[in-house]
């Protein structure tokens, strides 16, 4: 016989709700952006109690027709770990996404034509067997130079673009977004600047002409990539949210094109994620969320914060419900209790790292 309670979740006692709410800490650190009521799906659920009282809290599960989770991971770059982002993809298969977007830094990049190819090829290849799409998002280290943004649009198309998924809206933007004169004048200084790193250390090349650049921090947005966002965003004014993919933190400029795109998103639902610092942090700006994702086998900085490897796992629910969870690789084990792939025999954050 199907069951036919259905209470919403705003009738339930507080005590259930915090229950409901609560999640291991050592494995994942949990945010609600907003909350919303599933649509009840009781005519699927079947019992064979018939008293009145019932041995469960309710059943206004949390499923409904418009939900959907997709994963994102983070940087690899700065010295990639070896078999941390494999372990990730294998963690993943698991936790079976609908899908995984990056948030750019996939390659060391840098190279000739040959080792840009044998980079890309050995990203594509712990990728391409996954049972879900991958969506790409360039980074500084993939997308630099006039040679590193022909090599990709060979292989992937275009630097920016955007997606509609299950009425929900993606924009996936290029931070390396400038004039070929200034382009060619950062790939200099950068090499300068990696000099000085070799022969005067750290400080020296931070204190270089491209460790104080805007660029290096904050990237780039183009006025043709902003055109192309507020056209996007004007053109999908009835999607029930939007998420920004960026690899650098373009929000953070003093002044740029992309400020265009964000007053463009400013009067509906969004959240946006950058990389490229492989440190951890949560912000509101203007009243929606930022994250700022550490690393997925990329260089750990733990003097710049949480430097550590995780993947992100976002539900989309109900009008413009999100979650966002993330997922230590450290906590994501099969049903044997093990890390799959070589993750027994890796560390996943810096302190474990010392440690070892």
């Known amino acids: 016989m199907a069951g036919q309670l259905c209470l919403p979740r705003a009738a339930l006692p507080q005590t259930q709700l915090r229950s409901k709410r609560k999640m291991h800490r050592l494995f994942v650190t949990l945010f609600f952006v907003s ?38 991971h983070s940087d690899l770059t700065g010295g990639e770990r070896a078999d941390v982002f494999a372990t990730a993809i294998a963690q993943l298969e698991l936790l079976r996404p609908e899908f995984l977007i990056s948030i750019g830094d996939l390659i060391e990049g840098g190279g000739s034509r040959l080792d840009l190819v044998m980079e890309w090829e050995s990203y594509d290849a712990r990728v391409q067997n996954a049972t879900f799409p991958v969506m790409y998002a360039g980074g500084n280290h993939d997308l630099s130079s ?8 060979e292989r992937y198309g275009p ?17 390396e977004d400038m004039t070929d004169d200034r382009r060619k004048e950062l790939v ?5 600047a990696i000099e000085l790193h070799k022969t005067e250390g750290a400080e020296a090349a931070l204190a270089s002409p491209y460790g104080q650049s805007a660029e290096k921090t904050t990237g780039a947005v183009g006025e043709a990539q902003a055109d192309y966002f507020v056209q996007v965003l004007a053109d999908n004014a009835d999607v029930r949210h939007t998420f920004v ?32 610092v492989h440190a951890y942090s949560y912000k509101k700006r203007n009243g929606h969320d930022h ?3 550490a690393t997925t086998g990329g260089a750990f900085f733990p003097e710049l914060g949480m430097s550590e490897d995780h993947v992100t796992l976002v539900t989309v629910d109900g009008s413009n419900g999100v979650s966002v969870a993330n997922l230590m690789l450290a906590g994501i084990r099969d049903k044997t209790g093990a890390i799959p ?12 790292c010392e440690q070892d």
Do not use: M
């Open 35 to 72: 909350s919303f009521c599933s649509t009840a799906n009781a005519d699927n659920f079947e019992h064979s109690v018939q008293s009145a009282a019932k041995p469960w809290t309710h059943t206004s599960f949390d499923a409904a027709p418009d939900k959907f989770t997709f994963a994102i």
């Open 188 to 192: 200099q200084l950068r090499l300068d």
């Open 291 to 293: 994250l700022q994702l």
């Open 245 to 276: 993919f960026v690899h650098k933190p373009v929000w953070d400029a003093k002044s740029s094109p992309y400020f265009r795109i964000e007053a463009a998103l400013q009067d509906r639902p969004f959240t946006a994620f950058n990389g490229h």
């Open 146 to 153: 006039d040679f590193e943004r022909e090599v990709w649009a």
């Open 341 to 352: 792939g070589n993750g027994d025999k890796l560390c996943f954050s810096n302190s474990a």
């Open 159 to 175: 630097h920016f673009y955007h997606f509609r998924y299950k009425n929900v809206l993606f924009l996936v933007l290029d931070s």
